[in-house]
């Protein structure tokens, strides 16, 4: 599930383990989309992208949430208005074509989960729409003074250019921290990124 945190007690006792919690949403991927608040409008999006039964295969999607698609909405509108100051555009103006094109690069038609993904600079995957991903597992230096061990993230990069860049020199942009990882729909697996990503890694001058 989706977590959140209301507060940070001083003392350290939100780093204290709370149990192991289920990863299992016990729904397909498209209904656990729909019936999450910061999901819905993916759900929204794949379905006008005619990408419902490819999400509810048994497949892995590294799912952007609802403030990452706000992200993209807002960068092009931007864009738009600095030709027309009336210019409007919201989620329901993503052309279709534009969906088809870029939404399958978050999707794979493999089960990835956390154990098989590997660390450090991990492993490049082929996407539903045949762009390369790096997948990877690394340390985190975050609470490294309170806790015995490293937190380790997944996190999920985009190739920028023909090549793949010096790992060392990867943009910050072009590499999404999962802030979810390792839901287990009753198809295949989920990965939600961070809500800072901009769908479809959208850039403006």
């Not at 990863?23 to 999901?39: A, C, I, Y």
């Not at 250019?161 to 989920?190: E, F, P, Q």
């Amino acid at each position: 599930m989706i977590f959140a945190f209301n507060a940070c007690s001083t003392d350290g006792n939100y780093l204290i383990d709370g149990g192991i919690s289920s990863p299992e949403v016990r729904t397909t991927t498209m209904d656990f989309f729909r019936s999450h608040s910061q999901l819905d409008t993916l759900a929204i999006i794949i379905e006008r992208a005619g990408m419902e039964d490819l999400v509810n295969s048994e497949s892995t999607i590294f799912a952007p949430n609802n403030l990452s698609i706000k992200n993209y909405v807002e960068a092009v509108l931007t864009e738009m208005r600095k030709v027309d100051p009336n210019a409007q555009y919201t989620v329901n103006d993503i052309p279709t074509d534009t969906l088809q094109k870029y939404m399958g690069g978050y999707i794979f038609n493999e089960k990835i989960t956390r154990s098989n993904i590997k660390e450090d600079q991990g492993r490049i995957y082929i996407s539903e729409n045949n762009e390369e991903r790096r997948i990877s597992l690394e340390e985190s230096d975050e609470y490294t003074d309170q806790l015995d061990s490293r937190p380790k993230y997944v996190y999920y990069t985009y190739k920028n250019g023909a090549d793949w860049d010096d790992w060392n020199n990867i943009n910050d942009d072009d590499k999404v921290v999962v802030k979810t990882s390792n839901l287990i729909s009753t198809n295949g697996i989920i990965h939600v990124l961070q809500g800072s990503h901009r769908l479809f890694n959208y850039k403006t001058d």
